[in-house]
């Protein structure tokens, strides 16, 4: 193990010494993240007796937290640095004045330690996974799109209640998580009259969420999909994820970006802003779509500018914040519910941001500090070590508690993890929004082992009970174990 934590850990070390122009800094260190990605699939790093490619477990923070972690900081990260040195792929390019390579490498190297330390923490929890202790009994067709309809209706009752929101946010995306899965079973198992069903409020939510005004919900969706169907289809999967790519990028993301403030600050009523949003992304020519998409990727598609300015802020005009941050989300944790006096959440957490001056006060904008940043505000290179080490050990954990209360990887991380805590892992936000949503998923979870417990539902694993490789039998048409990955 020792070895292999060296490893990921050698290019911070390796690249001081050899680069000391910024430019050659920063190239290194995104090229470094990559390194640690791929490095990070093999079965040599992982010591698994998991003899099977990481393809077939791809929802796995194994695997998906370091696809998310090089989409949005690695390619993201390359379109800015790019930009900032007065280059552009389209012809485009968007001044920035803020730019300087030498925060810029320093911001690099720290998300770089960054990716590193959460890898190391995978790594010391480790990547087996035993057999599962419990198991569902079954799961006949459709009733994970029963699951889907009753989540929705329960969120869609919380919400109405104060102090719920969050708890109904985490309810539906159990409710969108569901219907993926069902569509992965009906396609490998060739259940092909309940996939027609299934597909039905797949096309629902995807809608919901294309006119909510936030642009990456449904490129996530997209993208859990894939990550289930691949294993069973890849080419099919890989050319229809290329072809949905450039339909998000040339025509759905300008959309997002017309619609969002006419929702969100205008107040314009939702069929209008729809409509007017269509109209407005109809009429840009090719080359407009193009710079509307450098122009806010290279602005948007990272963290380094706010990053940059706590760079500045911390600790040369504050101190380190310390435990701070901590004991702040650790009131995250108690249920609005219980505490009504418990503070506004997003009020706290905005308060540093108005300090390091990333926006003010009179912005419309949230824009609040990720979990990366928050590590490196309460002290720096150090503190943001213990925090990702931390982070990538609880990633870990979780999963593979999941896999072992509900029968192996199809329902504990395609459904279970994926729905209540792959954001909050793998896009992680600031300490407050991350305990609090992680806190109100460990909840989710025990509550729903309990009643499947209560219920018969959820039964241990070596129990009696008729089982077959073959669900399509039609004598036992959906048992559960030819579902545990």
């Not at 642009?215 to 993208?223: Q, R």
């Not at 997002?256 to 020519?285: C, F, H």
């Amino acid at each position: 193990m020792v070895a292999r934590l060296v490893l990921i850990f050698s290019p911070l070390v390796i690249g001081p010494v050899l680069f000391d122009i910024p430019e050659y800094s920063i190239a290194w260190s995104l090229a470094a993240s990559v390194f640690i990605a791929s490095v990070a699939q093999t079965n040599w790093f992982r010591e698994s007796a998991y003899d099977k490619s990481f393809t077939h477990s791809l929802l796995r923070p194994g695997s998906m937290f370091h696809i998310l972690f090089v989409s949005y900081h690695i390619i993201g990260g390359t379109i800015y640095a790019v930009n900032g040195s007065g280059h552009s792929l389209f012809g485009t390019v968007v001044s920035d004045l803020t730019y300087d390579p030498t925060f810029m490498s320093k911001c690099q190297r720290l998300m770089l330690l960054s990716h590193a330390s959460v890898t190391a923490g995978m790594k010391l929890v480790g990547f087996g996974y035993n057999q599962p202790q419990f198991r569902l009994r079954s799961i006949p067709p459709y009733h994970l799109t029963v699951v889907s309809f009753v989540s929705l209706g329960i969120s869609r009752t919380a919400v109405s209640f104060s102090g719920l929101g969050h708890f109904a946010d985490t309810v539906a995306a159990i409710s969108a998580t569901a219907i993926l899965v069902e569509i992965y079973m009906c396609l490998r198992y060739r259940r092909y009259g309940n996939l027609a069903v299934a597909l039905v409020p797949l096309g629902m939510n995807l809608i919901n969420q294309a006119v909510s005004g936030w642009k990456g919900l449904v490129l996530l969706t997209v993208l859990t999909l894939a990550a289930l169907l691949y294993n069973l289809m890849p080419k099919r999967v890989l050319l229809a994820g290329t072809i949905f790519l450039f339909f998000w990028a040339l025509y759905f993301y300008p959309f997002g970006l017309a619609l969002r403030p006419l929702l969100w600050y205008k107040a314009v009523p939702q069929n209008i802003a729809v409509e007017m949003s269509i109209n407005k992304t109809l009429s840009l020519s090719f080359e407009e779509r193009l710079n509307v998409i450098w122009a806010s990727f290279s602005a948007r598609a990272n963290d380094l500018v706010q990053f940059r300015k706590y760079i500045e802020f911390v600790p040369a005009r504050h101190p380190y914040y310390g435990f701070d941050i901590v004991r702040n989300a650790l009131i995250a944790l108690i249920p609005r519910t219980f505490s009504p006096e418990k503070p506004d959440m997003e009020v706290v957490s905005m308060q540093r941001v108005y300090e390091a001056g990333v926006v003010s006060k009179q912005a419309t904008v949230s824009a609040k500090s990720s979990f990366y940043q928050d590590a490196y505000l309460s002290g720096g290179e150090w503190a943001m070590i213990v925090a990702c080490v931390s982070l990538g050990m609880l990633m870990m954990a979780t999963n593979r508690l999941c896999e072992r209360l509900f029968g192996g990887y199809h329902i504990g991380t395609c459904l279970v993890y994926t729905s209540l805590f792959a954001t909050a892992f793998h896009l992680p936000q600031n300490f407050e929004y991350f305990l609090g949503s992680a806190g109100m998923s460990v909840f989710l979870v025990l509550a729903i082992f309990f009643v499947g417990r209560s219920t018969g539902w959820i039964v241990r694993f070596s129990d009696p009970e008729v089982r077959t490789d073959d669900v399509r039998s039609a004598r036992v048409p959906h048992r559960i174990s030819a579902l545990i990955g």
